[in-house]
């Protein structure tokens, strides 16, 4: 089992920043991938971007891309994310995610941060 903590979520003007942090524990980290997603008010949860277990390889939605940058710090078994140019569309529940393979399906999941963007 993996769980995962997110937190750095708050209310935030458009066009400021917000890091969020998803603290895992339970097993070796650095064997996982790692991802975050989101959901608004109304709306199905959507990806938004991830992270090879290597810290190298990214991936980004394309309505985040050059906005948001995901990180990780093995050693502290922590991934990031780290949102600028915040826009309201941006509003949601933010979740980390884990998986240990390239292909299956998110199994474990935090339980959400909320990020509010006001215009």
């Known amino acids: 089992q993996v769980q995962l903590v997110e937190s750095g979520g708050g209310l935030v003007q458009a066009g400021g920043s917000l890091r969020l942090s998803c603290v895992a524990s339970?097993?070796?980290?650095?064997?996982?991938?790692m991802a975050w997603f989101r959901q608004a008010a109304g709306k199905e949860r959507e990806y938004v971007a991830a992270i090879h277990r290597n810290g190298v390889i990214t991936y980004y939605a394309d309505s985040v891309k050059g906005r948001f940058t995901v990180s990780r710090a093995n050693a502290k078994n922590t991934v990031y994310l780290q949102m600028n140019s915040l826009k309201p569309e941006d509003t949601a529940v933010y979740y980390c995610?884990?998986?240990?393979?390239?292909?299956?399906?998110?199994?474990?999941w935090g339980q959400g941060t909320q990020v509010t963007v006001s215009s």
């Open positions: 339970g097993r070796t980290f650095s064997n996982y991938n």
């Open positions: 995610a884990a998986r240990n393979s390239d292909d299956s399906p998110y199994e474990y």
